[in-house]
């Protein structure tokens, strides 16, 4: 096939080394900075530097952009898309993208599947991708009315990029599981690392500090537009911590041991019982 790969971040860059390197697949880059092309050209991981006018031979394009402007570029350049051609995306919000890009799929003709790889790092950009990011990984589908067919080419290719499997969900899942498992960890990483003892944290910590403050290296720009396009979620996500949070301090503040352990060994359990 020809893919066209719209945006040489850190997913983008990722996905065209791993197609490179797991497929016989031609890869079409688009990028608003043209340095970044060429030096994805330079290394091969992309055959051809391309721009909107690519779209046109192009049997499948992914939007490795922010969320909004995946729409915006299709709002902008989806004349140039032939009809039956495979658009999907990587933003990791969903009820916010998908009923934008299905009206823009019927408007344009082409078929679009939602899409939402789970990987990345603290690092962006094309410097930090690399083939095997995806190793293991999940890849989430949220089909957004697409065909099985079109489904199953998405699912196929991701098992040839390595990830390890292909979870298909709906857009309100997708969000709700989401503010769990990736935002709530940055906000919670992002409040502690606020505190002054941060500053001094060097000779004090270990495993513990790295584990909870990894993910506080954020690109905020993106992820200010993740939170507030899933705010319902994640705020019910808040008030779930905070709540516990308080059972915590509340049993801490009265010296409560019984209290307290039987809070702590409830976390425990869950934690143990996950097998993880």
Same mark, same amino acid.
């Given at each position: 096939?020809?893919?066209?790969?719209?945006?040489?971040?850190?997913?983008?860059?990722?996905?065209?080394?791993? +197609?490179?390197?797991?497929? %016989?697949?031609?890869?079409?880059?688009?990028?608003?900075?043209?340095?970044?092309?060429?030096?994805?050209?330079?290394?091969?991981?992309?055959?051809?530097?391309?721009?909107?006018?690519?779209?046109?031979?192009? %049997?499948?394009?992914? @939007?490795?952009? !922010?969320?909004?402007?995946?729409?915006?570029?299709?709002?902008?350049?989806?004349?140039?898309?032939?009809?039956?051609?495979?658009?999907?995306?990587?933003?990791?919000?969903?009820?916010?993208?998908?009923?934008?890009?299905?009206?823009?799929?019927?408007? +344009?003709? +082409?078929? +679009?599947?939602?899409?939402?790889?789970?990987?990345?790092?603290? =690092?962006?950009?094309?410097?930090?991708?690399?083939?095997? @990011? !995806? @190793?293991?990984?999940?890849?989430?589908?949220?089909?957004?009315?697409?065909?099985?067919?079109?489904?199953?080419?998405?699912?196929?290719?991701?098992?040839?990029?390595?990830?390890?499997?292909?979870?298909?969900?709906?857009?309100?899942?997708? %969000?709700?599981?989401?503010?769990?498992?990736?935002?709530?960890?940055?906000?919670?990483?992002?409040?502690?690392?606020?505190?002054?003892?941060?500053?001094?944290?060097?000779?004090?910590?270990?495993?513990? !500090?790295?584990?909870?403050?990894?993910?506080?290296?954020?690109?905020?720009?993106?992820?200010?537009?993740?939170? @507030?396009?899933?705010?319902?979620?994640?705020?019910?996500?808040? %008030?779930?911590?905070?709540?516990?949070?308080?059972?915590?301090?509340?049993?801490?503040?009265?010296?409560?041991?019984?209290?307290?352990?039987?809070?702590?060994?409830?976390?425990?359990?869950? =934690?143990?019982?996950?097998?993880?």
């Amino acid at each position: 096939m020809n893919i066209a790969i719209i945006g040489m971040g850190i997913i983008g860059g990722s996905f065209a080394k791993a +197609f490179k390197k797991y497929t %016989d697949h031609h890869i079409i880059g688009i990028n608003r900075t043209k340095s970044t092309l060429q030096k994805a050209y330079d290394c091969k991981a992309i055959d051809e530097i391309g721009d909107e006018i690519s779209l046109e031979k192009a %049997d499948l394009i992914i @939007l490795a952009t !922010y969320p909004q402007a995946a729409v915006d570029y299709i709002e902008k350049y989806g004349k140039h898309i032939r009809q039956g051609t495979i658009v999907t995306d990587s933003a990791g919000i969903k009820t916010e993208i998908c009923p934008k890009m299905v009206s823009l799929s019927k408007k +344009f003709g +082409f078929t +679009f599947v939602g899409g939402h790889p789970m990987a990345g790092k603290e =690092k962006n950009g094309f410097d930090v991708s690399e083939a095997d @990011l !995806y @190793l293991g990984a999940s890849y989430i589908l949220v089909p957004c009315e697409a065909d099985e067919r079109s489904i199953e080419i998405i699912s196929n290719l991701a098992i040839k990029l390595g990830f390890g499997g292909v979870k298909i969900t709906t857009p309100e899942e997708h %969000d709700r599981m989401i503010a769990f498992t990736s935002q709530l960890p940055h906000v919670l990483a992002c409040a502690y690392v606020m505190s002054p003892c941060c500053l001094n944290h060097k000779g004090f910590s270990a495993g513990s !500090y790295r584990d909870v403050s990894r993910v506080a290296n954020i690109n905020s720009e993106l992820w200010s537009e993740l939170f @507030l396009e899933n705010r319902e979620p994640l705020m019910e996500e808040l %008030d779930e911590l905070i709540k516990n949070i308080n059972l915590i301090k509340d049993a801490i503040g009265k010296e409560d041991k019984e209290e307290l352990a039987a809070l702590l060994e409830k976390g425990h359990k869950v =934690k143990e019982a996950l097998g993880e």
